[in-house]
């Protein structure tokens, strides 16, 4: 699997010569050069992308409707001008008098799609789906909007960007400098999962989205977005929001599961198995309440934070014919990460207390 991976940082806003940081994400995203993943506004360019981008994923079917057909579904990424929060009926979006250096809002869908609205040189208001074609909000944060420290445009966030044919994964981190308790840790995962090699499920149906958030849905969504689509709307925060169901009952709420002892369990770990020397980890499986497991997020995998450090870099090697361990020919990296954001899909997980690790190379062991 051809991995894109790149870190760096970028503030909130661009601030003189650093572009800010919806900017920087565009472009990196484009330097991919992944024919799959588009920028599909600003129509000027990456330059344009201010405070909203929006990336086109262009994915050929491999069975639903015949080979070489294909689903569009655009991507977008919003940050707010300003702190927002339903009112108190829970009907509209208001702006508080918090300038927002804290986070950002995405949404995915498919069909017809209204461009977004100019507000002024640096501010877009986000586009709108054809109703029932598009998810709720998820929430994607890198700090706490509640913070008391002085936080301004120029917050640097480091990020981290993996790029596939099939998804995209960025982790946000705000500035540990400015608070080290308010700064979060912040896991996204954009785009298809990894079905099983028997799968009778639709490939149409297969996209999936999931944030890390200061805040639960509850909080920051609107009682229509609440149950826009039935009981089990996912909100992309606390589940792994996919498209469609088996059934096709659209943006379902699903859930990870990965191979974990018990979270409360009385461990004291002082590096990798004593059996095998090495760490253990798991695929982080996608998991629905009706239709059972589905697959697993691409590039992806579950480790016990208590014994690895954030952005640590964990090393697979694997025979690529037979996928056992034994004689190796391949090696995969993956970077830590130790997610602190309060809300994700690990609060919904199989331990919560786990950390996630993203696959960033590929390579030939020679």
């Known amino acids: ?39 599909a506004f ?39 001008e ?13 702006n508080t008098v918090n300038e927002n250096y804290f986070y950002m809002e995405v949404v ?15 501010n877009d208001a986000p586009g ?41 994964v960025v982790v946000l981190a705000g500035d540990a400098s400015a608070n080290k308790d308010d700064r979060l840790i912040s896991f996204g995962y954009f785009g298809e999962t990894k079905p099983f090699d028997v799968n009778f499920g639709a490939d149409i149906s297969n996209f999936a989205i999931t944030t890390g958030s200061d805040k639960p849905p509850s909080e920051y969504l609107l009682e229509e977005e609440k149950t826009r689509y039935s009981d089990k709307t996912g909100t992309g925060v606390t589940d792994i929001n996919m498209l469609q169901t088996y059934t096709g009952f659209p943006m379902q709420a699903h859930y990870p599961a990965f191979t974990t002892p018990d979270e409360l369990l009385d461990k004291k770990l002082e590096g990798p198995s004593q059996y095998t020397k090495k760490y253990h980890m798991s695929p982080v499986y996608v998991f629905h309440g009706f239709d059972g497991y ?9 480790t016990d934070r208590s014994t690895v450090v954030n952005l640590d870099d964990l090393i697979h090697k694997y025979n690529a014919t037979t996928g056992s361990e034994v004689n190796p020919d391949t090696q995969d990296t993956y970077k830590t990460f130790l997610v602190s954001a309060p ?16 696959l960033k190379d590929t390579e030939a062991i020679v």
């Open 1 to 39: 699997m051809a991995i894109y991976f790149t870190e760096g940082f970028a503030p909130v806003l661009t601030d003189g010569l650093a572009e800010g940081l919806m900017t920087q994400l565009a472009t990196d995203i484009l330097a991919s050069a992944n024919a799959n993943w588009e920028l």
């Open 42 to 80: 600003p129509n000027a360019g990456v330059d344009d992308a201010a405070n909203l981008a929006l990336i086109k994923n262009v994915f050929t079917l491999k069975k639903t409707l015949g080979t070489g057909t294909t689903r569009d579904v655009y991507l977008e990424f919003h940050k707010p």
């Open 82 to 94: 300003y702190v927002q929060e339903p009112n108190v009926d829970g009907t509209l979006l208001e």
């Open 108 to 122: 995915y869908g498919y069909g017809t799609y209204t461009d977004p609205v100019e507000i002024d040189a640096d």
């Open 128 to 168: 709108t789906w054809e109703t029932d074609k598009g998810c709720v909000r998820s929430r994607f944060s890198w700090f706490k909007s509640d913070t008391l420290s002085n936080i301004k445009s120029w917050l640097p966030v480091q990020y981290y960007l993996s790029v596939s044919d099939e998804r995209i």
């Open 294 to 302: 589905r697959g697993q997020l691409e590039g992806v995998i579950a």
């Open 343 to 358: 809300y994700s899909m690990l609060n919904n997980a199989t331990n919560v207390l786990y950390g996630l690790a993203v």
